[in-house]
């Protein structure tokens, strides 16, 4: 009998360790990215790098980025950005925190990044609500903002076969991820100036 009611004890543990392990945030609005933010800039992945880090002892992903446009802050033509979390595929290691967002290499973002930590981490604020893909719709760049950054293949298909997409004007307060490039930079560039 005592088997069973270890065996029960301990999938009750597992099922309150899977629902802890779920995080939310509040929703930040543009203008509260673009304040916050002590840098901001749209750039293309130029590489990856996943290793222990010599700082913290954690499992880092260091993603290089080529910048084309320095919205605010302090950058050179590239910034590195260390996040939390990676897979280290030669020590069959990995660690993955819930919400941090992944780059793709070759791939365009408008990233709103917080002061670094201690440690040098820097994740985008709001983890993945700071981290605007840019797509390229009907010969249009556009921004796109998703829960999920590693989607990045079915956001090109969107690419290729979409005719019937309409792109508007201007940045809606309500939908900025479904904005022009240039309306969304120049939004965030304006609320900083306020």
């Given at each position: 009998?005592?088997?069973?009611?270890i065996?029960i004890?301990l999938?009750?543990?597992?099922?309150?360790?899977?629902?802890a392990?779920?995080?939310?945030m509040?929703?930040i609005?543009?203008?509260?990215?673009?304040t916050?933010?002590?840098l901001?800039?749209?750039?293309e992945?130029?590489?990856?790098q996943?290793?222990?880090?010599?700082?913290?002892?954690?499992?880092a992903?260091?993603?290089?980025f080529k910048?084309?446009?320095?919205?605010?802050?302090?950058?050179?033509?590239?910034?590195?950005?260390?996040?939390?979390?990676?897979?280290?595929?030669?020590r069959?290691?990995?660690l993955?925190?819930?919400g941090?967002?992944?780059?793709?290499?070759?791939?365009?973002?408008?990233?709103?990044l917080?002061?670094?930590?201690?440690l040098?981490?820097?994740s985008?604020?709001?983890?993945?609500?700071?981290?605007?893909?840019?797509?390229?719709?009907?010969?249009?760049?556009?921004?796109?903002?998703?829960?999920?950054?590693?989607?990045?293949?079915?956001?090109?298909q969107l690419?290729q076969?979409?005719?019937?997409?309409?792109?508007?004007?201007?940045?809606?307060v309500?939908?900025?991820?479904?904005?022009?490039?240039?309306?969304?930079?120049?939004?965030?560039?304006?609320?900083?100036?306020?």
């Amino acid at each position: 009998m005592k088997p069973y009611i270890i065996l029960i004890s301990l999938l009750f543990s597992v099922c309150n360790l899977s629902s802890a392990a779920a995080t939310s945030m509040r929703p930040i609005s543009l203008e509260q990215l673009s304040t916050r933010a002590t840098l901001i800039f749209y750039g293309e992945v130029v590489s990856n790098q996943v290793k222990q880090d010599e700082q913290s002892g954690y499992i880092a992903t260091f993603t290089e980025f080529k910048v084309i446009d320095l919205i605010k802050g302090n950058a050179g033509k590239t910034h590195t950005i260390k996040q939390i979390g990676g897979d280290l595929k030669d020590r069959n290691m990995s660690l993955r925190i819930h919400g941090v967002p992944r780059f793709q290499v070759g791939y365009n973002y408008v990233v709103f990044l917080p002061t670094k930590s201690k440690l040098g981490f820097s994740s985008p604020l709001g983890l993945h609500q700071g981290s605007f893909s840019v797509l390229s719709i009907n010969n249009e760049q556009v921004i796109s903002n998703s829960r999920s950054q590693v989607n990045q293949p079915q956001t090109r298909q969107l690419e290729q076969t979409s005719k019937a997409v309409q792109i508007p004007l201007a940045v809606s307060v309500d939908k900025p991820s479904q904005s022009r490039l240039d309306d969304f930079i120049n939004t965030v560039r304006a609320y900083n100036t306020q």
